[in-house]
């Protein structure tokens, strides 16, 4: 999205893209009305006041490019769309227009920089935040990932593969005895990591404390006996600031992760938690509510910059998402736009992407087509609902993730693997 | 929203509705979906754990509701629309579910509430979350707002008619006495309530505790010239952690109330602040991002949950958002729906509007006709761009409220004032 005219402005400015669509001899005012009513005020009487100290505020038109029907999204009612849709009519066009902020306009905070951009103007309507180009001196005030790719690699001693994670399910009204069994019939399979459903927010039976002992004492007895090892991403959840000792106290019990339901809980409190010296273990975003946000094609904010750079900006070390392989609604492209956000070189340590919902043990070779081996295999259905249970479940992901970095096709590692031939009858594989 | 099936889960159970689109055949089993798969897990065998422990903790269906084609919204690609867009399809209709949420799955989180009722689900297609009913269980777990109208209005000493704001504009890059005089000259016309820019965060020139210590100051040598009383609502902004050592350092250093972009910091935030003893001052919410929720007709959230009821959960005394009167994309419709949510009986005070943008003194009677005397008259354009200056700006603001509230009309009212006369001039009033 970086257009050829901003120069050394996006070293010093935060350039930020929208879609609008409106008549097309309005953009360039409309352009001019963001910069500067966004910056310095949109009521000011600036020839008054072009002190210099203001106008280094002032935001700057960066582009204004109006798309042509065949750019527009297909999903959207295009350009000349006979349908009425509101505050849409005939003559209006589509356009991208990128604006240029000032990083001295903001602080050390996501809010910040989401309050200038898309604060007012989310409210402006029809209108979408596509891009959001962050400079390196701004990214700079954000400590960013404390593990990402290389750091959970190394806590997990797992360098040449993705990452096999199973998804915890039915978690509420369950004792910790009961949670426990299902633990380790999903560690017993091979599953690398194993995480909390995101909604377990009740601890009237198994508090997360007493979870992550358990849990943490349980893999102990399993890498005793069989040599694996398995981590605990537990849900961390609780007043704002209650997370910061808590998830001290959890990772001292043993968690392998956190899971943060990022979205609701807000960017800074996770970039709090990322920059919290005393929370020693990686943090793991769940998109719970994100859709909220990026849902629209025609308002809110795209999906790669609400689980793409803002939440690597924010700490995240692992980013779950809606892979495209299922039946959500984020699109192949969306999903690599997001991918890439969380793996462009930056200040900023890369984020393990976790692509989640639809992945079944026929899937791993596109995914590790699409991604590489720097990813998370995220599985609950197809791991639970295995016909041979949950432990041959994770078993045939593990063994569909070894035969693929082993460039070995699934059908002869299926030859050697019972628990790998279920799942390829039960959920085949892409064509 | 409420429906007649619902009875006395609407006691134990939150209520949400879901605008979906899909194939009439889908309806039901997707909402039993919903239902079971974000409380007691998606892919649980139920049968085999239907201990009451789970039982409990599972939702419900409520009702499942098509709607016919002149319900649906018409900027909506209503039912029956044979435009093609994307995931929409020639058979599918568009109908209201409605989900009952055990209470006990919650914890004392907006996030744990967010998280389960619009989380997951906000990723799946075209789905809109439109009414919310949190039942009263529930909602005493937060405190509300610690102020709310009466409590604001006791501190203002102002009981019989609308408050009026005047919105600081042009902040950043300005020192403190540039500001000061800003300050004084909109508080001089009768403000009540003066208000930072909410995109106000650098600190280079006038941190925000100079400000408040410096308008304090003017605001008291104000009142002794004239006895006019004027409070200064300043940005709380920082990292999270820091947020509440400030917001107590600004409130003892005099600010009137603190302004709070809840949206970007999340509910959760807010509602550590509202329920923070030495937090002494009232929240003033200010809608910045809201607009990515709300802003699509078929994807997010509906404006009175994002800006309305959620907000009152979390403790916001004063809810600013975009009023219906000006080039806004709020409907008259869904701006009373809000301020419903912010009046309806409930556990917790009620909120004081402010409705805002496209605000002018003639505007003042429909505003009061439609709100009553409970609610903020909030200006920043039609006062700064006053033909006489930002005192003007006010005091015709001023001469309008209280000519409305005595029943006078402005036209009556403006012969005595020349300000409220060049204001009526200026921006006319509404047919």
């Not at 120069?7 to 008549?23: F, P």
């Not at 999204?73 to 009519?89: F, I, M, T, Y």
């Not at 295999?377 to 432990?391: E, L, S």
């Not at 078993?395 to 070894?402: H, K, L, N, P, V």
């Amino acid at each position: 999205m970086k257009n050829t005219n901003t120069g050394d402005r996006a070293l010093t400015h935060v350039i930020a893209t929208y879609r609008v669509r409106d008549k097309q001899e309005n953009l360039s005012k409309r352009a001019e009305g963001i910069a500067v009513g966004l910056t310095v005020g949109s009521w000011t009487d600036l020839p008054a006041m072009k002190q210099s100290a203001v106008l280094r505020h002032c935001g700057t038109v960066e582009d204004i490019r109006v798309l042509d029907t065949s750019e527009a999204p297909s999903s959207d009612a295009s350009v000349g769309d006979p349908v009425d849709r509101g505050h849409a009519a005939l003559d209006t066009v589509i356009a991208d227009i990128s604006i240029g902020y000032p990083i001295d306009n903001f602080n050390n905070t996501i809010t910040s920089i989401l309050t200038t951009v898309f604060g007012k103007l989310s409210m402006d309507g029809e209108i979408r935040l596509i891009a959001l180009q962050i400079p390196d001196a701004l990214a700079e005030r954000f400590s960013g990932p404390k593990f990402g790719v290389s750091g959970i690699r190394d806590r997990l001693k797992i360098y040449d593969r993705p990452l096999l994670m199973s998804i915890f399910k039915a978690c509420v009204g369950r004792d910790v005895s009961d949670l426990t069994k299902a633990f380790l019939e999903q560690a017993r399979g091979g599953a690398d990591l194993i995480k909390d459903d995101e909604i377990f927010f009740s601890e009237q039976y198994a508090t997360p404390e007493a979870r992550v002992a358990a849990f943490t004492e349980a893999a102990r007895q399993l890498q005793a006996e069989t040599g694996q090892r398995v981590s605990y991403a537990v849900n961390l959840t609780g007043p704002v600031r209650q997370l910061f000792d808590r998830a001290r106290r959890l990772a001292e019990l043993g968690a392998g992760a956190l899971l943060v339901n990022a979205v609701a809980y807000g960017y800074d409190v996770l970039a709090e938690l990322a920059a919290d010296p005393d929370v020693t273990v990686p943090l793991m975003v769940h998109p719970a509510v994100s859709g909220a946000l990026y849902g629209s094609d025609t308002h809110g904010i795209a999906a790669d910059i609400v689980l793409g750079s803002l939440m690597r900006l924010a700490g995240a070390d692992i980013v779950i998402y809606p892979s495209p392989y299922g039946t959500v609604t984020l699109s192949r492209a969306e999903g690599l736009r997001l991918v890439d956000a969380l793996r462009t070189p930056s200040v900023h340590k890369e984020v393990l992407p976790a692509p989640s919902a639809g992945i079944f043990p026929g899937l791993v070779p596109k995914l590790v087509s699409d991604l590489g081996v720097d990813c998370i295999v995220n599985a609950g259905g197809a791991i639970h609902g295995h016909p041979g249970g949950a432990t041959d479940g994770a078993a045939a992901f593990m063994a569909s993730i070894e035969a693929t970095v082993a460039g070995v096709s699934l059908e002869q590692a299926a030859n050697g693997n019972a628990a790998l031939k279920a799942a390829l009858k039960k959920w085949g594989q892409p064509s």
